[in-house]
């Protein structure tokens, strides 16, 4: 299983915040932050997006982190992704 695809299936090296860390680009950060912040009605600042993918080890965005469900439920039955 490809270690960038997420436990949802979504494919993280996709993803801006993925990319922006990635590639250590600030620029991507505030972009990412103000649509992200506008699309979800919630503060989202620049230095909140830091990811290095759902799977892999290493930083991740809070929400990926703490609060995806499909993500908890597949680590907790040790399954690669929701579909199994």
């Given at each position: 299983?490809?270690?960038?695809?997420?436990?949802?299936?979504?494919?993280?090296?996709?993803?801006?915040?993925?990319?922006?860390?990635?590639?250590?680009?600030?620029?991507?950060?505030?972009?990412?932050?103000?649509?992200?912040?506008?699309?979800?009605?919630s503060?989202?600042?620049?230095?909140?997006?830091?990811?290095?993918?759902?799977?892999?080890?290493?930083?991740?965005?809070?929400?990926?982190?703490?609060?995806?469900?499909?993500?908890?439920?597949?680590?907790?039955?040790?399954?690669?992704?929701?579909?199994?």
């Amino acid at each position: 299983m490809k270690e960038l695809l997420a436990f949802c299936g979504l494919d993280c090296e996709q993803c801006d915040a993925y990319i922006a860390t990635a590639n250590n680009d600030d620029a991507l950060r505030e972009k990412t932050a103000k649509a992200w912040s506008e699309l979800y009605n919630s503060p989202i600042k620049p230095e909140h997006i830091n990811c290095e993918g759902c799977r892999a080890d290493g930083v991740k965005l809070i929400y990926c982190e703490k609060y995806c469900e499909i993500r908890q439920c597949a680590l907790k039955k040790n399954m690669n992704n929701c579909g199994e």
